[in-house]
């Protein structure tokens, strides 16, 4: 990404000058980003793990035609992983599960953390419509002997039982479990291992170029006044406040 190496590249020049701030005016900094040469072929792979990682299967296939640019896996299975995802973040975990068996049953099978945080899914779905009986029942078929070979294990499993004990369950200690983003936690984790199983990069590299991208800025901000992106959305360049 030019801009990171850009940030890099000043640090190194800047790092054994004078404790005052070295200034980088707009003209200077548009000329160094102007140097930078980043292949177009590049930035298409980039955007493509994007949209393939996210699981954006009818934008990839557009870009794919569009730029010619090949994912490198096949696009039909971004579909089954999607319907995984779906399921998990609809509440519907035993569809999920069985959709994953589907696809490659050895994925839970050497998983059993994955295949513990699902099954906790599942409790959890059952305390929120209410059946009480069944959360139990479940609990102590499936969970507790999981339990009682890991200590994590455990005590997620009591954390979860305990949202039992309360009659607001949503405003207990314990609430943030049935938030939606409990679920998107979840979906996330069997996303990433399906991903992993497909010999696919878990996460899509561009958000951690923009990571880098904020960390650099981070570094530099202490040694130079520089044309700043404070708005990763627009990436527009703002004047450096001398």
Known sequence: MSLSWI??????SIETMSTSKKVITREEWERKLKDV????EDMNKLVMNFLVTEGYVEAAEKF??????EPDIDLATITDRMAVKKAVQSGNVKDAIEKVNDLNPMILDTNPQLYFHLQQQRLIELIRIGKVEEALEFAQEELAPRGEENQSFLEELERTVALLAFEDVKNCPYGELLDVSQRLKTASEVNAAILTSQSHEKDPKLPSLLKMLIWAQNQLDDKAAYPRINNLSTAVLEDPAI
């Open 7 to 12: 940030f890099l590249g000043q640090l190194d």
């Open 37 to 40: 040469k980043i292949r177009k």
């Open 64 to 69: 794919r035609i569009e730029s010619g640019t």
